[in-house]
């Protein structure tokens, strides 16, 4: 009894990742997406830098993973920058 209750509160706390994901533009510059995942995502300069690299040569890039309530406001933030970005 005690073992089917602790599976049940343990089902119940796993929380489902999700990834933000910023997609390639053409109007947005090196720099400029750069600086933004640095000061939004909390990226260091040179895994900021990575990731832009990816976007433009891949199209799309995962730059940051956590639950949706997470991942929320760096979204919302980089929209408001005028990057492409959703979380799947």
Known sequence: MVKEKLKSVFKKEKVERKELIVYNDDFNT?????????????HDKIQAEQCTLLIHYKGKCSVKQGTYNELKQPC????DKGLSAKIE
């Open 30 to 42: 090196f720099d400029f997406v750069i600086e933004c995942l640095i000061s939004i995502c909390g």
């Open 76 to 79: 919302l933030e980089l929209l």
